[in-house]
T-cell receptor, first 113, second 114 residues
Framework: QKEVEQDPGPLSVPEGAIVSLNCTYS??????FMWYRQYSRKGPELLMY????GNKEDGRFTAQVDKSSKYISLFIRDSQPSDSATYLC?????????????FGQGTRLTINP | DTGVSQNPRHKITKRGQNVTFRCDPI?????LYWYRQTLGQGPEFLTY????????KSRLLSDRFSAERPKGSFSTLEIQRTEQGDSAMYLC????????????FGPGTRLTVL
């Protein structure tokens, strides 16, 4: 079983819809959570990071963490065609310093105009 | 452009040849990471450096792989005697020493082994 599970999709929604992307994890040592966006044939771009349970909002994006369930989510409001990309969750232990990130498989998202 | 840069962006080689990739991190970042990403998968950790010291290597990094970071600035990743299974995107990331591990990625080098 992988340490981080993420539904690969593909997920296709109409423009303006609310998108929900999710990951589950098995390693309770993970305390630091990130979401990256990756356009085709490009490197991952850091969208959001959090280390607390609860919600963190940044514009149209909200990251949610439930450590008791080992479940994290990314919500995208008012989705735009430019949001079409692969979304990767990543996590590491909460130790300040260099830690490898463990990634999910990525969810491919398409927003249809 | 002050982001992470990688060269070359694409490399096509024949099986058995050696290849070398270069990564230039964000200038003030002293931590540098290498990941490998195959089609439809998330990046997988290969190795990381703090300054010039290589501090961790993944089991994925076979003896054919070697990474260096002379003088703690740019880094190189060399693959000797390439195999078709080495075909992947090789990603470099960098971070600050005292950050909470916010890693910033470069555009990657796509390797195709024929």
């Amino acid at each position: 079983q992988k340490e981080v599970e993420q539904d690969p999709g593909p997920l296709s929604v109409p423009e303006g819809a609310i998108v929900s992307l999710n990951c589950t994890y098995s390693n309770s040592a993970f305390q630091y959570f990130m979401w990256y966006r990756q356009y085709s044939r490009k490197g991952p771009e850091l969208l959001m990071y959090t280390y607390s349970s609860g919600n963190k909002e940044d514009g149209r994006f909200t990251a949610q963490v439930d450590k008791s369930s080992k479940y994290i989510s990314l919500f995208i409001r008012d989705s735009q065609p430019s949001d079409s990309a692969t979304y990767l969750c990543a996590m590491s232990p909460l130790i300040q310093g260099a830690q490898k990130l463990v990634f999910g498989q990525g969810t491919r998202l398409t927003i249809n105009p | 452009d002050t982001g992470v840069s990688q060269n070359p962006r694409h490399k096509i080689t024949k099986r058995g040849q050696n290849v070398t990739f270069r990564c230039d991190p964000i200038s003030e970042h002293n931590r540098l990471y290498w990941y490998r990403q195959t089609l439809g998968q998330g990046p997988e950790f290969l190795t990381y450096f703090q300054n010039e010291a290589q501090l961790e290597k993944s089991r994925l990094l076979s003896d054919r792989f070697s990474a260096e970071r002379p003088k703690g600035s740019f880094s190189t990743l060399e693959i000797q005697r390439t195999e078709q299974g080495d075909s992947a995107m090789y990603l470099c990331a960098s971070s600050l020493a005292f950050s909470y591990n916010e890693q910033f990625f470069g555009p990657g080098t796509r390797l195709t082994v024929l």
